[in-house]
T-cell receptor
Framework: GAVVSQHPSWVICKSGTSVKIECRSLDFQATTMFWYRQFPKQSLMLMATSNEGSKATYEQGVEKDKFLINHASLTLSTLTVTSAHPEDSSFYIC??????????????FGQGTRLTVV | AQTVTQSQPEMSVQEAETVTLSCTYDTSESDYYLFWYKQPPSRQMILVIRQEAYKQQNATENRFSVNFQKAAKSFSLKISDSQLGDAAMYFCAYRMNTGNQFYFGTGTSLTVIP
């Protein structure tokens, strides 16, 4: 099946610094990618939709200036957590679907990134 | 707005037995798609099974099958002959006929007892 690769799988950063998470579609081009946040034993909360060549669409309550999304190419979307604080510590997951295959196509997920802000 | 509800936060099943995980959803659409995803301890999301709303026949994938009741907006997952490797979080998901967005339920944590 299609592969979505996310990097890094875990990162620890100091409070106040910025962290960049990459999401790549390895064997298909993704015009749209999704970024989720997941708290322990909870569901995936959609943060934003990353659109290649245009601005990301953020869900209500998600700070666009804090969670910067850049979809610079058809295979790469990045999420940058700026001025990270301990409350930003979480598990972040990206996903993408193969375009043009119809709405019954599944979403492929990255391995996730565990961010810990100390 | 589309909402997906999983009323069982935790479930357990004896190895080799059968377990059913519940999922209901709310939508005004008539054409949509439903999925069950598994998230093992590795946190990697894996597709278990999918169902097209326009199909009356319930989807099956080996030991996994669904009971899709469109009128009741219910989409339960049955796992037969449960194995230790089935232990995971299971998420029900909904996708409209248009757009790429998936809506996820709150998840059910499944424990398989040896």
């Amino acid at each position: 099946g299609a592969v979505v690769s996310q990097h890094p799988s875990w990162v620890i950063c100091k409070s106040g610094t910025s962290v960049k998470i990459e999401c790549r579609s390895l064997d298909f081009q993704a015009t749209t990618m999704f970024w989720y946040r997941q708290f322990p034993k909870q569901s995936l909360m959609l943060m934003a939709t990353s659109n290649e060549g245009s601005k990301a669409t953020y869900e209500q309550g998600v700070e666009k200036d804090k969670f910067l999304i850049n979809h610079a190419s058809l295979t790469l979307s990045t999420l940058t957590v700026t001025s990270a604080h301990p409350e930003d510590s979480s598990f972040y997951i990206c996903s993408a679907s193969i375009p043009g295959q119809g709405p019954n196509t599944e979403a492929f997920f990255g391995q996730g990134t565990r961010l810990t802000v100390v | 707005a589309q909402t997906v509800t999983q009323s069982q936060p935790e479930m357990s099943v004896q190895e080799a037995e059968t377990v059913t995980l519940s999922c209901t959803y709310d939508t005004s659409e008539s054409d949509y798609y439903l999925f069950w995803y598994k998230q093992p301890p590795s946190r990697q999301m894996i597709l278990v099974i999918r169902q097209e709303a326009y199909k009356q026949q319930n989807a099956t994938e080996n030991r996994f099958s669904v009971n899709f009741q469109k009128a009741a907006k219910s989409f339960s997952l049955k796992i037969s002959d449960s194995q230790l490797g089935d232990a995971a979080m299971y998420f029900c998901a909904y996708r409209m006929n248009t757009g790429n967005q998936f809506y996820f339920g709150t998840g059910t944590s499944l424990t398989v007892i040896p």
